[in-house]
């Protein structure tokens, strides 16, 4: 087969069977649609209700805005060959694709790093909470969580961009680094160690920080006298730990092992459970466990009122 740095890919999506594609494409399109709709609740929720102008808010509402363009990265470009059965695909377009989402992934990532330090000095600290998640120091932390990721980002497409590639079919409704490594014509160890080190550093790092903030939380629970108090501070917590857990289960599912590793029967259902389905239930799980968005939804889209 020839090779080319600048080839034209064909993705064959998530499945040969001619009778499957349209039943996908119903399914993929209602969580699409699903997705921007919880997602631009949340953050229509959060930006009309003062009460939810605190840095714990403002942090879900940067996660929600991510998870909007994460899920457009990847999921028209789905629909479109589920629907046409072509996924043809240029370099050019791959190449963004994969820059986009490696950058709004790593984001996720960082902001719900952001989100455990807030939920930490809420219920560690409450007194000094104004004082240490000041707009400044979210300000750092956000700013952070959008420029590291697009530096590192960079660096892994001026990498790819410099293989040569097989114009051949990638095994995946998206482009991802495990599928463009397997049909370099090139060795790509050095590159994918490399990779897997900047990779792993941004991606495991937030992790220790999030497990000690929930560690402290959870001490300071514990001393909590009244079980009432022990509920509210839980409560407070809950939804962002359960999308801590939903976020990590996938990566790691995903991402534990090497770029250019074969295919394991369950990688796609991987993928789709990490690109598709964890960011539009993020929004259902905020919204349905945390009476205060609950109460701002409401509002917002007038149901107290037709109630009365």
């Not at 994969?98 to 989100?115: E, K, Q, R």
């Not at 407070?236 to 801590?244: A, E, K, R, W, Y």
């Amino acid at each position: 087969m020839n090779c080319s740095k600048n080839p034209d890919f064909v993705l064959s999506g998530l499945s040969n069977d001619p009778d499957k594609p349209k039943l996908l494409f119903g399914l993929f399109l209602a969580l699409y649609l699903l997705s921007l709709l919880g997602n631009s609740l949340l953050l229509l929720a959060i930006g009309a209700d003062i009460h939810l102008h605190t840095s714990m808010y403002f942090f879900l509402s940067q996660l929600s805005l991510v998870d909007l363009c994460f899920t457009t990265t990847t999921a028209p470009k789905m629909l479109e060959t589920l629907w046409t059965s072509n996924g043809l695909i240029s370099f050019s377009e791959c190449l963004a694709q994969l820059y986009f989402f490696m950058v709004f992934a790593d984001m996720d990532n960082l902001l719900l790093m952001g989100a455990a330090i807030s939920h930490y000095a809420a219920i560690c600290h409450p007194l000094h909470y104004a004082l240490l998640m000041t707009p400044y120091r979210c300000a750092l932390l956000l700013g952070g969580s959008w420029g590291v990721p697009h530096s590192i980002s960079l660096v892994h497409a001026l990498l790819l961009s410099q293989l040569p590639f097989y114009a051949n079919q990638i095994p995946h409704f998206f482009c991802d680094f495990g599928p463009l490594f397997r049909l370099s014509c090139s060795d790509t160890h050095l590159i994918e160690d490399l990779m897997m080190v900047l990779t792993g550093l941004l991606r495991i790092s937030p992790l220790p920080c999030i497990i000690s903030s929930y560690a402290h939380i959870f001490l300071a629970v514990a001393r909590v006298p009244s079980a009432q108090g022990k509920k509210k501070a839980l409560a407070t917590c809950s939804s962002h730990l359960s999308m801590v857990i939903l976020f990590y289960s996938s990566v790691f599912a995903t991402y534990l092992k090497s770029p250019s590793a074969s295919h394991a029967s369950g990688e796609l259902g991987t993928a789709v459970m990490y690109a598709l389905v964890t960011p539009t239930l993020n929004p259902f799980i905020y919204s349905l466990r945390n009476k205060d968005v609950e109460s701002s939804l409401k509002r917002v889209l007038g149901i107290e009122s037709s109630w009365h």
